[in-house]
């Protein structure tokens, strides 16, 4: 089956298995009262919005059928899972990000204000807004946690999923913290910065939902290493693009405001080399727009040459490709695993390497 076959089909399989688990949860919240349906509907819509690509979810799907794991009924059910704990750290994250859109709609926490204006002053109405938020986050990832324990897997297959997906949690949430922190340090790192790209998106988009796949169809821990060194490449490759995306793209095809890590202070990959590398001149204007919410399309534009400039830009886009190529050389070390999924796993690599959303 060819890469954007097997998307499409998966993805909306995915999508299917959430609107149904999601509809029941949406009949027993309407048995506590109508503020709880209401809640639940938000978590449902958010969820299901059409922008989402399912990369953990198509991976938690490729490392079960590489392991010669049968069926799609369960593994559809735990993967569908993995998404709503994704819907859970997302909401959570856009708090943190002070992200008003995701995927061209109001973030959770906007929702809630918004509906809180029409009750409450403007400061409560924002206290609202991002308590509210939580309380969506915890709701997916107790539904998320339920799909996957309630996959008809052996329990041992399951429990060592669990495990591995406590872990994944784990570090993504250290990763997050690293990436708190380089918003607000005046300095940070290349070494910091590839901590925060291997456990906040390699680990947790690209190796754990790999494993956690693979340990479902009952494939030996120990036999899980050369997942690890496929996909944390191809996950450094996936967010160095992202990152790319977010500053270059459009708020259209990227599904949020474009230069919101800039606004948001981050050092990404291509900010901190384009500060390394610019003239004087130049790197106080980037330093002077790091952090401002209230900068314009017309300031990011020029920041966006600036950094061209400097050759930073074609430079991430050199070192995507270098990744790219060597989380496929790894495919090669892929023993007792279907070739027709390895064949898909090094697709997805070229379709990273492509993206533009």
């Known amino acids: 089956m060819e890469f954007n076959k097997f998307y499409n089909i998966y993805r909306e399989r995915v999508n299917h298995e959430l609107e149904i688990f999601l509809n029941k949860k949406l009949r027993l919240a309407g048995k506590v009262n109508g503020d709880s349906k209401k809640l639940v509907s938000i978590v449902k819509e958010y969820t299901l919005r059409g922008k989402s690509k399912r990369i953990r979810a198509l991976l938690v799907i490729l490392g079960y059928k590489g392991y010669s794991g049968k069926g799609d009924k369960e593994i ?32 959770v926490h906007k929702h809630f204000e918004e509906i809180g204006e029409k009750k409450f002053s403007q400061e409560k109405a924002t206290h609202f807004g991002a308590s ?4 969506a986050g915890d709701v997916a990832n107790v539904l ?35 990436d708190v922190y ?18 906040k998106t390699a680990r947790y988009t690209f190796e754990q939902p790999l494993k956690i ?14 997942l690890s060194k496929f996909s944390i490449p191809l996950g450094i490759a996936f967010q160095i693009q992202d990152d790319a995306l977010g500053l270059y793209g459009s708020e259209k095809s990227i599904g949020k405001p ?27 204007i ?15 534009k020029k920041i966006r040459n600036i950094i061209k400039t400097t050759g930073a830009y074609d430079y991430c886009q050199r070192l995507t490709g270098n990744y790219i190529r060597q989380s496929k050389e790894k495919l090669d070390s892929f023993n007792n695993f279907n070739i027709e999924v390895k064949k898909l796993l090094s697709n997805l690599a070229d ?6 959303h």
Do not use: C
């Not at 856009?94 to 995701?102: A, G, K």
């Not at 324990?149 to 250290?174: C, G, M, R, Y």
């Not at 474009?258 to 106080?284: M, N, P, Q, W």
């Open 76 to 107: 559809i059910k735990a993967a569908a899972g993995i998404e709503l704990i994704h819907s859970y750290l997302l909401m959570h994250d856009d708090i943190i990000d002070q992200d008003d859109l995701r995927r061209n709609k109001p973030a």
């Open 213 to 226: 796949g693979a340990l479902l169809a009952g494939a030996k821990e120990e036999t899980l290493t050369p």
């Open 258 to 284: 474009v230069g919101s890590d800039l606004k948001e202070g981050k050092k990404t990959l291509v900010i901190s080399l384009a500060l390394k590398r610019a003239f004087a001149r130049d790197k106080k």
């Open 132 to 135: 509210m938020a939580i309380v």
């Open 351 to 356: 379709f990273i390497g492509q993206r533009t």
């Open 182 to 199: 380089s918003g607000l340090s005046p300095r940070i790192d290349s070494k910091t910065i590839e901590k925060i790209y291997e456990y």
């Open 144 to 178: 998320g946690y339920e799909l996957l324990t309630n996959s008809k897997f052996p329990d041992h297959f399951k429990n060592k999923a669990i495990k591995q997906l406590n872990e994944l949690l784990f570090f993504v949430t250290l990763g997050e913290g690293l």
């Open 286 to 300: 980037i330093k002077g727009a790091l952090g401002r919410k209230d900068l314009t399309l017309a300031e990011i």
